[in-house]
């Protein structure tokens, strides 16, 4: 189902998952589960993780459709569902938005998509910084994290979920009040 380089990563994202809880809190059982099944369905063809997210009654919006990098997230939140019966709402949210985020994530979302920023096996130009920024505070990270993920998206021509622009919205004026 994944290929070698995908487990890999899947495993370090779970034993990333499992390292900021112990910082920031949660459940480290939950952590682990979300971060090895986040990508299961990484590696399967566009038309199948389009089945599941169909078959899951999941409607997508035209942005969503013109993003297929964003679908297998969707398309694993349906798939432990039906095929490992994994019922806990916080692992299938987890797994569902850890590509684009979304505003009111839960503390398992956050940690998941840090996670999946922050794992070991990632070697993007910033990730040092992005690490340290990680392990001094989740919120600000993933603020950063969602700016990237913004404006790179922007600067190829491409849509912006919009999950990920109330995520990074949300973010954005918490961060503001804060200061003020
Ligand atoms: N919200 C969204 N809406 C629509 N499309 C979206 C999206 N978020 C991501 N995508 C698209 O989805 C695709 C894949 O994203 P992912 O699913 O997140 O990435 P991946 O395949 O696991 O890793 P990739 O091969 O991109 O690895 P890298 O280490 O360079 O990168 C690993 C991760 O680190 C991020 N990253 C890279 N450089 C970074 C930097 N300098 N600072 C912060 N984050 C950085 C990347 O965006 C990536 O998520 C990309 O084409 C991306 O444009």
């Given at each position: 189902m994944l290929d070698d380089y995908r487990y890999h990563h899947s495993l370090c994202v779970a034993k990333e998952a499992v390292r900021l809880v112990k910082k920031y809190g949660g459940d480290e059982q939950k952590a682990y589960i979300a971060g090895i099944l986040h990508?299961?369905?990484?590696?399967?063809p566009l038309s199948d993780q389009l089945h599941w997210i169909k078959k899951s009654g999941i409607i997508f919006d035209s942005i969503q459709l013109a993003?297929?990098?964003?679908w297998h997230g969707f398309a694993a939140s349906a798939f432990i569902k039906e095929e490992?019966?994994?019922?806990?709402e916080d692992i299938l949210l987890a797994v569902r938005y850890h590509t684009t985020g979304r505003a009111g994530m839960t503390h398992l979302e956050k940690i998941i998509y840090m996670a999946d920023m922050t794992s070991a096996d990632r070697s993007y130009k910033d990730v040092d910084a992005m690490r340290k920024k990680v392990n001094k505070n989740l919120d600000e990270a993933l603020l950063d994290s969602l700016k990237f993920s913004v404006s790179s998206l922007a600067k190829k021509g491409l849509p912006i979920p919009y999950d990920t622009i109330m995520a990074y919205n949300e973010l954005c004026v918490a961060k503001r009040e804060e200061s003020n």
């Amino acid at each position: 189902m994944l290929d070698d380089y995908r487990y890999h990563h899947s495993l370090c994202v779970a034993k990333e998952a499992v390292r900021l809880v112990k910082k920031y809190g949660g459940d480290e059982q939950k952590a682990y589960i979300a971060g090895i099944l986040h990508d299961i369905l990484k590696n399967t063809p566009l038309s199948d993780q389009l089945h599941w997210i169909k078959k899951s009654g999941i409607i997508f919006d035209s942005i969503q459709l013109a993003s297929p990098p964003i679908w297998h997230g969707f398309a694993a939140s349906a798939f432990i569902k039906e095929e490992l019966q994994i019922a806990d709402e916080d692992i299938l949210l987890a797994v569902r938005y850890h590509t684009t985020g979304r505003a009111g994530m839960t503390h398992l979302e956050k940690i998941i998509y840090m996670a999946d920023m922050t794992s070991a096996d990632r070697s993007y130009k910033d990730v040092d910084a992005m690490r340290k920024k990680v392990n001094k505070n989740l919120d600000e990270a993933l603020l950063d994290s969602l700016k990237f993920s913004v404006s790179s998206l922007a600067k190829k021509g491409l849509p912006i979920p919009y999950d990920t622009i109330m995520a990074y919205n949300e973010l954005c004026v918490a961060k503001r009040e804060e200061s003020n």
